[in-house]
């Protein structure tokens, strides 16, 4: 039930203002498009504005040419309590061929309750809800008796460069537990899968195809590095089963090359001289992504035993490591209850199959981490990508409670 200290502070919502900063923000192309020299910086220096007109304490940092980070901080007038982080990115995905969408991608058209374009579902709604919630608690008068940190960053759609300098500047420092904003259909997602990326590159003798005996072939030695990583995988699944919210652990080549990048053009008549694959796997809570490597490194090796001249290199590219968040740690809690305040229907409690900034801030700063946010689930990506106006009010509501609760107010 809400009390009448949350009713008032919820009254300074205005969600007109919301809707139209979810446009403003979206009508922003924030591809990183390094040829073309765009990226966020624009989409940032909105968000700066918006954090600066509320009167926090705001930071615009750079992580690289064009790629910054903007950290906010409501700061409580005492030594805060706790401090509940609330996590974005500015950065879109490409918007493909345009002349596929139905309206322009960055058009922000409202239609059927709806807002269309590139960015709104990921994850530019979420970055707002973040924003309103603040301004709607600044706007009320109402004294916390912790901190809110805005961290609303760069790269998350690439190697996530921005929140890994949010993290090494310090600024995750004394975070008690954040809410990362990313669009789950206001679901309280409580895992996250991990992600290891391996490439294994196998090099032998290029010859003429009409000649194979003169060289050494790549492509089957490969071949039995990858039916050995899928028998991996067959016996991960069986060992760690099914978790509740993220299911099976998978091992998945996405990307294989021969000849490799930088070693000329692939011709009919030539057996080039060097086999690459890229391995995405995907982590579940219990999985050991060292023992996993050391595995694959062995397998590598078994695949080029049949031919001393084979040579091979097996480089772990990148590791995020899976989450878990109990489901009665007081962030999820405080959550749940809001939401169910709100709509007077019970949480739903889930889980993120692929990997966001929470699992930076999770491995590298031990927060406790919950995925919250609005927009539906499998929209990401997508052409005509858009997010549910409905969704962006209970977001927004669910986050000023979240806020008060978490935090606390002081009388």
């Known amino acids: 039930m809400l009390t009448p200290l949350e009713q008032r502070v919820l009254a300074h919502l205005n969600d007109a203002q919301i809707v139209a900063w979810v446009q403003q923000l979206t009508q922003i192309p924030s591809v990183w498009k390094p040829e073309l020299g765009t990226g966020e910086e624009p989409a940032a220096r909105w968000v700066e504005a918006r954090c600066t007109e509320m009167g926090l304490d705001t930071h615009f940092e750079f992580v690289a040419p064009g790629r910054p980070n903007v950290i906010a901080r409501l700061r409580a007038p005492q030594p805060p309590t706790a401090t509940l982080m609330f996590e974005g990115h500015t950065d879109v995905v490409t918007e493909g061929d345009p002349a596929k969408w139905t309206d322009p991608p960055f058009s922000a058209t409202i239609r059927d309750g709806r807002i269309y374009g590139r960015g709104a579902n ?8 973040a924003l309103a919630a603040t301004k709607a608690i600044v706007d009320s008068g109402v ?3 912790g901190d809110i940190l805005l961290g609303i960053v760069c790269d998350e759609e690439g190697h996530m460069i921005g929140i890994k300098n949010f993290v090494d500047r310090g600024w995750a420092a004394g975070v008690s537990a954040c809410i990362v904003c990313e669009p789950e259909e206001n679901h309280l997602c409580i895992a996250q899968k991990g992600v290891m990326w391996v490439q294994a590159t196998i090099t032998g003798v290029m010859s003429h195809g009409a000649m194979p005996l ?3 072939n790549t492509a089957y030695p490969m071949a039995r590095f990858l039916s050995l990583a899928h028998a991996l995988e067959e016996r991960e699944i069986a060992r760690h089963g099914r978790h509740e919210f993220l299911g099976q652990p998978s091992i998945t080549p996405t990307i294989l090359q021969s000849p490799i990048p930088g070693a000329g053009e692939a011709q009919k008549n030539v057996m080039p001289s060097a086999t690459t694959c890229t391995l995405d796997i995907r982590l579940i809570p219990g999985q050991d992504p060292d023992w996993l490597a050391a595995q694959l ?4 090796a078994a695949a080029c035993a049949t031919d001393p001249r084979l040579s091979y290199q097996c480089e772990v590219v990148e590791v995020r490591h ?5 489901r009665n ?6 959550l749940g209850a809001a939401y169910t305040d ?3 229907q019970p949480p739903i409690y889930g889980g993120v199959p692929g990997s966001t900034d929470g699992t930076i801030l999770n491995a ?3 927060i406790p981490i919950v995925t919250c946010g609005p927009g539906d689930i499998y929209i990401p990506h997508h052409i005509d990508e858009w997010v549910s106006i409905d969704e962006i009010k209970t977001s927004v509501r669910t986050y000023v409670l979240a806020a008060l609760r978490f935090l606390g107010v002081r009388e």
Request: aromatic share 0%; proline share 6%.
């Open 342 to 344: 709100l709509t007077g």
């Open 364 to 366: 590298r700063a031990g």
């Open 214 to 216: 003169t060289g050494v």
């Open 329 to 334: 740690h007081p962030l999820v809690a405080t």
């Open 297 to 300: 490194e062995k397998m590598l």
């Open 143 to 145: 004294t916390l008796m």
């Open 122 to 129: 990921d994850m530019k709604a979420g970055v707002v809800c």
């Open 322 to 326: 899976p989450t878990a968040t109990d």
